[in-house]
């Protein structure tokens, strides 16, 4: 027992909460600084990331890429204005994976970065023109995430669109939100529909990105007898399908 004790007290570690931060000089080499992260399941050429990026951001003042962990990259720009293009640009993708791109606060190691959250634009489609409004936008989006912003050009009353579209911050670990139903009178039920622009590859059972068909640590979908799957390739807003089913099933609803 004592010798248990000895070992445990060499493993104590000393509290240090007299370290002095350097704000000025992290603000001057951090403050154009950004992370981006791959989601996928398989580590991806370094190179091959770093070419693709140079190539698909082609900053004008140019920028130094740095390979950090697997899939995670330090992005040094040259100038804000590149810099803030590129997050104003979001969502990415490479090779058919999702980058998480976000900025590297000073105060925070790499490892405190949170990669589990990116912007995502989403169209909510099949709502009447009653409902067309800034506010159910709000509403619907606030369901789904952090609404960012919301693509409203009519007075704020009534869109004459075919759809709604707003920019959420979504929870990429989670199931990709497929859309919802809502009672048109006492007895119909009715569908509305959600698609994402710029949607990388994810795996239609169980609808989450960062990989497909190999590798999947959830359990299957379960879903109930009359329910067909709701995640497919429709739920990407480049996708039309006039005889696309109602019969989903989302379980964040």
């Not at 190179?47 to 330090?74: C, D, T, V, Y």
């Not at 040094?76 to 204005?81: F, L, R």
């Not at 067309?132 to 004459?160: C, R």
Request: net charge positive; aromatic share 10%.
């Amino acid at each position: 027992m004592d010798s248990l004790i000895d070992k445990t007290t060499a493993l104590h570690c000393e509290e240090l909460d007299d370290l002095e931060p350097d704000e000025l000089n992290a603000s001057k080499e951090y403050g154009l600084t950004l992370l981006a992260k791959i989601i996928s399941s398989r580590k991806i050429n370094s190179k091959a990331i770093q070419a693709i990026l140079q190539k698909a951001w082609n900053p004008s003042k140019g920028m130094k890429i740095h390979s950090q962990q697997e899939n995670i990259f330090r992005i040094t720009m040259n100038h804000e204005w590149d810099r803030n293009k590129i997050l104003e640009s979001r969502p990415w993708s490479v090779m058919s994976s999702h980058v998480v791109v976000r900025d590297w606060p000073p105060h925070l190691s790499m490892d405190e970065i949170d990669f589990s959250k990116s912007p995502f634009w989403i169209r909510i489609s099949g709502l009447p023109p009653n409902l067309m409004t800034k506010s159910n936008a709000e509403k619907i989006g606030s369901k789904i995430g952090k609404v960012l912003e919301i693509d409203f050009t009519a007075d704020g009353k009534i869109a004459w669109l075919r759809f709604l579209r707003i920019q959420v911050m979504l929870d990429i670990t989670k199931p990709l939100f497929t859309g919802f139903t809502r009672h048109k009178d006492s007895i119909s039920v009715s569908w509305t529909r959600l698609q994402y622009e710029r949607l990388p590859d994810f795996y239609f059972t169980c609808g989450r990105m960062g990989h497909t068909n190999r590798g999947c640590p959830h359990p299957p979908l379960v879903l109930p007898a009359n329910k067909s799957n709701p995640f497919g390739p429709w739920l990407r807003a480049e996708y039309s399908d006039p005889c696309l089913s109602t019969a989903f099933w989302n379980p964040a609803v």
